[in-house]
């Protein structure tokens, strides 16, 4: 039986979104050898507007390219967050960054101030995508951190994947973390019941 | 089961596999990965989007001169040319405007040079009079548009397939025409390369028309390159350069051409001409020029129509589609099939000349016809034309800039059931 996880990366324009959606559909078609169909939907403005990146994963040829009913849906400001996680799976998993999505509409959702590391750690917001890349890697079982780090290093610049590297363990570490505290959130939930 | 449509020769090209870059010695090889560059080796997996996929096949087809003018969603071509042909001793040059572009592109392929360019609807309008000048005057060339919606400056980054008229008609005059349309990233390879063969072998401009989710989409594929496959480069002519007729009709209706600067001297004009290239509007030359022409495209049909049969043996509903809109209509017969309900599809890669035979076909076996497409009818008024009361022929017609789902087609073959 086939199998379809369908992923959207969605923001504004700018923040690297289709760069990042490029980057997750090598790691997983060319690395890690699954079949992908990676398509992108923007508007004119070379920055702002709203931008989404999507891929879709399957164990055999994809007829449908754009997302259906989303396995991931990955938000970088809250208009996205609102317009998309309407089409999240029940048990979808959805990732935020909290730098800019205030107003969470699920549980459940990882909240992870990609853009805020960025400027904190990097004093470069734009490599947010890189490090909201690490966190998928370690949120989800669709992408593996090896493939993600080799991909990664294929596709940036010259020159900058020390700098891409470290944003990338970055961002592992903190999806780490955020997976660590949804489960301790929910054996505390669990916890609360029982009492 | 995926089955290819008799007399359809795809299946060859897709059989053919593709070196894309000149191979590095081995010992270059080591030398470079010792330095950490990332070196293609041969048969490698790479993720390509549609508009790359179009720029290795035009190289490999043998294309050497590009003029252009950037336009969304068809700049990536124009980019990544502009940077592949100088390293194969080729030309690139970006025009003032996609007039001068196609003028420029006529030019080189008169010097005996394979040539192309790529635009979207706006840029096509304006090739509109170049292109009837490529068809008067027969000098082979390939057409790239990336459709976008419209009328004019449109929706520049969004989807559409509402082209296809233009392509067909979009220049004055009676004149044939070939379009392709690819729907998937192998496609785009393939009938790019198929195109160049076809516009060298029969005299005549080629357009390749591609959605912009094709354009746009990224899909893995492999250039592996060793297998041959069929180049096909002009026929030249044979007598000395005194003796050469150079718009001869021939049984193929396809004059040997030579190329400019050789030797042969002759007449090129977009005036209806005579075998020498001479204006005439003697009634008998005129039709027999105008008469040659639509022979050379209507005798070979068969080699240039090419499509792909989904389940459509049994099938009391099929659809017709093409883009990427096929690709939604497949998962639509696969959803279909699931509940119970023959469907069938019949994707297009060739739209002009009209495939006619192939519709007729499946107008005649399924009697029940689904044509989705994202502009008001354009390919659904080409069934209704051939359909004659055999079948009934519904439409699915989206004009938001969004494609259309498998859902909305799956929808419309459970009300039509």
Redesign the interface.
């Known amino acids: 039986m086939s199998y379809r996880y369908d992923i959207r990366l969605s923001g504004s324009g700018g923040q690297g979104l289709i760069l990042m959606g490029i980057i997750l559909a090598e790691a997983i078609g060319l690395h890690d050898g699954k079949y992908v169909a990676q398509t992108q939907s923007y508007g004119p403005e070379a920055r702002g507007g709203s931008s989404k990146a999507e891929v879709v994963v399957s164990d055999e040829e994809i007829d449908y390219p754009k997302a259906l009913k989303l396995d991931l849906l990955v938000a970088m400001n809250q208009k996205s967050c609102d317009d998309y996680y309407m089409d999240l799976k029940p048990e979808g998993i959805l990732i935020v960054d909290s730098t800019f999505v205030k107003q969470v509409p699920i549980q459940g959702a990882y909240q992870i101030p990609f853009t805020r590391m960025a400027r904190e750690r990097f004093e470069r917001g734009m490599v947010a995508n890189i490090i909201a890349l690490g966190a998928i890697s370690k949120l989800t079982p669709i992408v593996s951190p090896k493939a993600i780090e080799a991909a990664v290093l294929a596709r940036v610049p010259r020159g900058t994947e020390s700098l891409n590297r470290d944003a990338l363990k970055m961002g592992m570490r903190a999806g780490q973390k955020a997976k660590k505290l949804a489960a301790s959130s929910v054996v505390s939930l669990i916890e609360n019941e029982d009492t | 089961m995926l089955k290819t449509v008799r007399s359809v020769s795809i299946a060859d090209y897709a059989k053919s596999g593709v070196l894309i870059l000149p191979l590095l010695s081995s010992r270059k090889r080591k030398a470079e990965e010792r330095r950490g560059k990332?070196v293609r080796k041969k048969g490698q997996?790479?993720?390509l989007q549609g508009n790359e996929a179009i720029v290795e096949g035009a190289l490999r087809a043998g294309c050497r001169f590009f003029a252009g003018y950037p336009i969304?969603p068809a700049t990536e071509i124009s980019e990544l040319l502009s940077v592949r042909l100088p390293k194969v001793d080729g030309t690139f040059i970006q025009m003032e405007d996609e007039i001068a572009s196609l003028g420029a592109v006529i030019g080189a392929s008169l010097a005996g040079v394979k040539s192309m360019t790529a635009t979207s609807g706006p840029g096509f309008s304006l090739m509109q009079e170049n292109l009837g000048f490529a068809c008067i005057a027969e000098v082979p060339c390939v057409v790239v548009n990336v459709m976008r919606g419209g009328p004019s400056t449109g929706l520049?980054?969004?989807p559409s397939q509402s082209d296809v008229m233009q392509a067909r008609w979009g220049t004055h005059g009676d004149h044939p025409m070939i379009v392709l349309c690819p729907s998937t990233i192998r496609e785009c390879y393939d009938l790019t390369i198929k195109a160049f063969n076809l516009s060298e072998k029969y005299r005549n401009p080629v357009i390749l028309l591609v959605d912009e989710?094709i354009a746009?989409?990224?899909?893995?594929i492999i250039l592996d390159g060793d297998k041959p496959i069929d180049i096909f480069t002009r026929v030249k002519p044979t007598v000395p350069p005194e003796w050469y007729i150079p718009y001869e009709d021939t049984p193929t209706g396809i004059p040997a051409m030579a190329d400019f600067g050789e030797g042969y001297r002759y007449h090129v004009t977009g005036l209806t001409h005579d075998t020498r290239g001479f204006p005439t509007s003697r009634p008998d030359e005129v039709d027999a020029f105008i008469r040659r022409l639509f022979r050379k495209i209507s005798q070979n049909f068969t080699d240039m129509q090419m499509g792909e049969v989904f389940q459509t043996e049994d099938a009391e509903v099929a659809v017709i589609a093409y883009g990427?809109v096929a690709?939604?209509a497949?998962?639509a017969v696969?959803d279909a099939r699931e509940r119970g309900i023959r469907a069938g599809l019949l994707k297009l890669n060739t739209i002009w000349p009209f495939m006619r035979t192939q519709v007729e076909k499946i107008l005649h076996t399924s009697g029940c016809v689904i044509v989705p497409e994202m502009n008001m009818g354009q390919i659904s008024r080409e069934v209704k034309r051939v359909n004659k009361g055999t079948a009934k022929v519904f439409t699915i017609n989206k004009v938001d800039g969004t494609?259309i789902?498998?859902q909305e087609i799956l929808g419309k073959i459970r009300e039509v059931c």
């Not at chain 2, 746009?216 to 893995?220: I, L, Q, V």
């Open positions: 990332t997996e790479r993720l969304t520049p980054t969004s989710v746009h989409m990224r899909e893995k990427c690709r939604s497949k998962r696969i494609i789902t498998p």
